[in-house]
């Protein structure tokens, strides 16, 4: 058995030597991508002077002046114009400034008479009110690092500098191969000691929030040669593979001796933590391999703290299996030293409660909690206020 930072090291070390494959993609198709290459800004941004108001363009040492209103600049309009002395432009905002002129003045700060205006702004200063060309992003400007995750903000960077497309690493495809011969599915009637099956549901909910698109489910029986089956499609389907259940030491558990067959090299089997300690993790040349435990929080519990993070190094993400950030315990916590505790828990304010009901087969409370409490292996009293680690669940915002 090893330790958590054990299980860590060693994914963290075989994910970050996986062979990244590349692909271009328009920006709207990469968000949640990482970036292989930094994309270059393909213009000046603003791409000329341009008024940043609503207002009038003028010539500064006219401030005062009677000037007489000879055009009309608004954005997208295709020439700026000239303005010559004694007179003024009508521009609006993003409209470009006409040659000659250096200031804007706002329309509320001017007086207007027919066809003439005059600026009656005493804080006015030259160069008000202008945006100038490529004050904000130069053309060839490197506008975001090489492994950055494409969020909303950052696709909406690259359109405003002109790149269409971007390289970015492939996300993994991922198999989900769910065992146990006493699973049956939601809207049907339980026979016998069936059970419904929470897993499959829970893990697919997991990788759509974390963006994997490429999912393929499997539900078989806890019979060693549909395991086998599986296991061999999952192979060439698959970068990733994902099984739950029959990881423990049971007559029935054959996940581990159907990956011994195949030649899946096991990394790591077992580790001391509570819940999720037959939790394994394997390879071969260029795939990889979770074994999570069949019980439902213990599974999702590994899929958030192991097989997420596995996930985001494959998608080239290079922050992985970084310090949690910490939180205060709500009340103290005893256990025994030499296995680290993973407790369900929901964090607000600097503050983090440890719910009630953590056995790994009960999912109301999992389904409340909005993290992972990390206790460490080496601790056994734990006292109120002390600051732990906490794990964010996957989560959407709206
Ligand atoms: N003698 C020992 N027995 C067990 C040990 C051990 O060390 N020695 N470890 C226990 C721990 S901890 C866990 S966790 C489980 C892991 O067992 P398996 O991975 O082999 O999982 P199963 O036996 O198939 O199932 C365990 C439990 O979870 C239920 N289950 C399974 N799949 C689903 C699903 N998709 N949806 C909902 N519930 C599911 C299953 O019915 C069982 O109740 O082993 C302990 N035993
Ligand atoms: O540790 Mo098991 O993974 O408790 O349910």
């Not at 409340?368 to 002390?386: D, F, M, Q, T, W």
């Amino acid at each position: 058995m090893i330790s958590v930072k054990e299980a860590r090291a060693i994914i963290k070390e075989q994910v970050s030597a996986g062979n990244f494959l590349q692909e271009d993609r328009r920006i709207l198709d990469a968000l949640g991508y990482y970036l292989a290459t930094a994309p270059l800004a393909t213009t000046d941004v603003p791409g000329f002077d341009q008024s940043a108001m609503d207002g009038y363009a003028i010539r500064m040492a006219e401030r005062g002046v009677a000037l007489k209103v000879t055009q009309e600049n608004y954005a997208g309009v295709l020439s700026p114009g000239e303005l010559s002395p004694g007179e003024a432009v009508r521009i609006f905002t993003g409209a470009p400034i006409p040659y000659g002129a250096d200031t804007v003045v706002v329309q509320e700060k001017v007086v207007r008479v027919e066809d003439y205006i005059r600026a009656e702004d005493p804080g006015l200063t030259r160069g008000r009110n202008i945006r100038v060309k490529g004050e904000s992003i130069k053309k060839g400007q490197l506008l975001l690092a090489k492994g950055t995750r494409l969020t909303a903000a950052k696709i909406g960077l690259l359109a405003s500098a002109g790149v269409d497309l971007v390289r970015v690493y492939k996300k993994p495809r991922v198999s989900l191969i769910v065992t146990g011969s006493e699973l049956q599915i939601p809207g049907r009637p339980l026979v016998g000691s069936q059970l419904y099956d929470a897993n499959s549901y829970q893990l697919m909910a997991a990788l759509k929030t974390d963006g994997v698109d490429f999912v393929f489910l499997k539900r078989v029986k806890d019979d060693r040669e549909a395991i086998l089956e599986a296991l061999k499609q999952a192979l060439i389907d698959a970068d990733l593979i994902i099984l739950t259940g029959g990881v423990s030491v049971g007559e029935y558990d054959y996940v581990v001796q159907v990956l011994e067959q195949l030649g899946v090299e096991r990394c790591f089997y077992k580790i001391c933590q509570k819940p999720g300690k037959p939790l394994l993790f394997g390879k071969t040349a260029s795939k990889f391999l979770f074994g999570l435990p069949g019980n439902p929080a213990a599974a999702f519990g590994c899929y958030q703290l192991y097989v997420r993070q596995a996930i985001r190094g494959l998608c080239g993400a290079s922050d992985i299996f970084e310090q949690p950030p910490l939180a205060h315990l709500q009340e103290a916590f005893e256990k025994p030293a030499g296995n680290t505790y993973f407790l369900k828990g929901y964090f607000n304010n600097d503050w983090v409660e440890i719910l009630k009901e953590q056995q790994s087969y009960k999912l109301s409370s999992l389904a409340r909690a909005n993290c992972l409490i990390e206790l460490p292996s080496e601790a056994s009293v734990i006292k109120k206020g002390e600051l732990v680690g906490i794990h964010f669940l996957s989560q959407e915002y709206v």
